[in-house]
């Protein structure tokens, strides 16, 4: 694979990360990114759960770093340390929006 086309793909997973996979099923609408993202993932695989800092988790989520850290610390954001480091699952993080806003939708229905 020529470096250019290595850069944009590495650019599809850095958009990917930041807009939660609209970047990654635009791109796969594209000829020329479908293909290489086919090649990559049937030669290198693509681990299900990708690893999340807290940084990344604050920027997904929209919240400050702190806030996170504070909801992480008190056990309402599902995340775990690494050597002191919080870091987070992105399928957990998934589920656990997934799970607001059934519990929102449940109490606003109570109403």
């Known amino acids: 694979m020529n ?8 650019l599809v997973f850095r958009l990917h990360k930041i807009s939660t996979g609209i970047s990654l099923c635009f791109a796969l609408r ?3 990114f479908s293909s290489i993202l086919s090649t990559i993932f049937k030669v290198v695989g693509i681990m299900a759960e990708e690893i999340l800092t807290l940084k990344e988790v604050a920027v997904y989520l929209k919240l400050a770093e ?3 850290y504070k909801l992480a610390a008190e056990g309402k954001l599902p995340g775990f340390k690494v050597g002191g480091s919080w870091r987070f699952k992105q399928t957990d993080i998934e589920r656990w929006i997934e799970e607001k806003k059934t519990s929102s939708k449940d109490n606003n229905d109570k109403r």
């Not at 470096?3 to 590495?10: C, H, L, Y």
């Open 30 to 32: 594209i000829p020329i």
């Open 3 to 10: 470096s250019e086309v290595a850069q944009e793909v590495r």
């Open 66 to 68: 702190k806030t996170a």
